[in-house]
């Protein structure tokens, strides 16, 4: 359980942003950090902080990863409106498996906090590409708003 938390504490005293919460990609081998904030990275941290919850019944674990989850909410969703004039909070613009890794953490977190905002954000996101940001050939695009559509499509997407 040490080295767990150990793990846990090392990324988040070096990763992550005090700023947003969010965490950063990747430090280098000279110590410089990498400052690209990826859905995953932040989702990685997601999904631990609830399941060391449960190891320790710390609540600090579930602090976080509520504090964690608002971040993502507000740096990964957008507010958008959609042709008919309906408002959501719609995945922004990016790498389509990043997004499906972070809902794993917004998963493990509702099973111990039945917050439903942020799997129904997801919920709604994949409603609105599904019926209105497929291209001709029913595959998807980086872009939910379905305003830009990619040239070449990547497998996983």
């Known amino acids: ?88 909070r719609l995945i922004k613009k990016g790498n389509t498996w990043f997004t499906a890794v972070m809902m794993r953490g917004f998963t493990e977190l509702y099973r111990l906090y039945h917050n439903r905002i942020y799997l129904d954000a997801y919920q709604e996101s994949l409603d609105y590409i599904w019926e209105n940001a497929r291209s001709e050939n029913g595959l998807f695009s980086s872009d939910w708003s379905g305003n830009q559509q990619d040239e070449k499509k990547w497998l996983l997407t």
């Open 1 to 88: 359980m040490d080295e767990e938390k150990g793990l846990y504490e090392w990324t988040q005293k070096h990763l992550q942003d005090p700023e947003d919460k969010l965490y950063f990609d990747n430090i280098k081998l000279d110590g410089r950090i990498g400052k690209s904030k990826y859905a995953y990275n932040s989702e990685q941290m997601l999904q631990a902080a609830p399941l060391l919850y449960e190891l320790t019944n710390d609540p600090r674990y579930l602090e976080e990863a509520k504090e964690l989850a608002e971040a993502c909410y507000q740096h990964f969703f957008q507010e958008f409106t959609d042709p008919d004039g309906n408002r959501i």
